[in-house]
């Protein structure tokens, strides 16, 4: 093959290569559209919503049903309210739990709906009343050494040998093939 068409064939690498990664960016930043129709907006209010954002998906039973709208700081109650909305297609009953959800190796959070047993349905502006916060890997951690740090503390117990002539001294290892005592 001559030089051109190496060159040809270089650029055309480069090319679908950086047309991967422009797809794998958008893919990983949320931006690739969602095939949602016409929707209804609900709110849920949560005490910390962690890295949510705006566009981030809203899934039931591992389907994509809607859209986190918008998130806002509520200074009365201080909590964050988010405003999801949801393809019409799907009915959710109003004791429909809204949690949220880390996906993926790079942690992308989403909502999670899960639908209760009420009969009556979500309708455009209702509240979910019933929601679970995002979890915080940070606090977690510092929950899990501080009970482990507590652990220790009642497990320490203080020595009850008073003198010298308490303690009791340890069997030795039999030396008599050259090993050496313990």
């Known amino acids: ?3 051109t068409k190496i060159d040809l064939w270089v ?3 480069v090319a679908l290569g950086v047309a991967a990664l422009l797809g794998l960016a958008m893919k ?3 931006l690739t559209s969602g095939k949602i129709g016409e929707t209804y907006s609900v709110t849920a209010a949560f005490e910390n919503v962690g890295s ?10 591992g389907v994509a049903v809607g859209r986190v709208d918008s998130i806002v700081f509520d200074s009365k109650t201080y909590e964050a309210i988010v405003t999801i909305k949801i393809d019409k297609r799907y009915n959710f009953p109003k004791d429909t739990f809204a949690n949220i959800y880390t996906a993926g190796l790079l942690g ?9 047993g009420d009969e009556d349905v979500l309708k455009n502006g209702d509240k979910i009343a019933k929601t679970q ?4 890997l940070e606090k977690m951690i510092s929950q899990f050494l501080f009970s482990k740090a507590s652990e220790t503390d009642k497990d ?3 020595s009850t ?3 010298a002539s308490d303690i009791k001294p340890t069997e030795t290892k039999s030396t008599e093939l050259g090993d050496v005592s313990f």
């Open 52 to 61: 949510l954002k705006p566009h981030a998906p809203v899934k039931s039973a």
């Open 133 to 136: 916060d995002a979890v915080v």
């Open 28 to 30: 990983v930043g949320n």
């Open 156 to 158: 320490a117990k203080p």
């Open 1 to 3: 093959m001559d030089r």
């Open 108 to 116: 992308e959070q989403y909502v999670g709906l899960e639908a209760g």
């Open 11 to 13: 650029g055309i690498f």
């Open 161 to 163: 040998a008073t003198s």
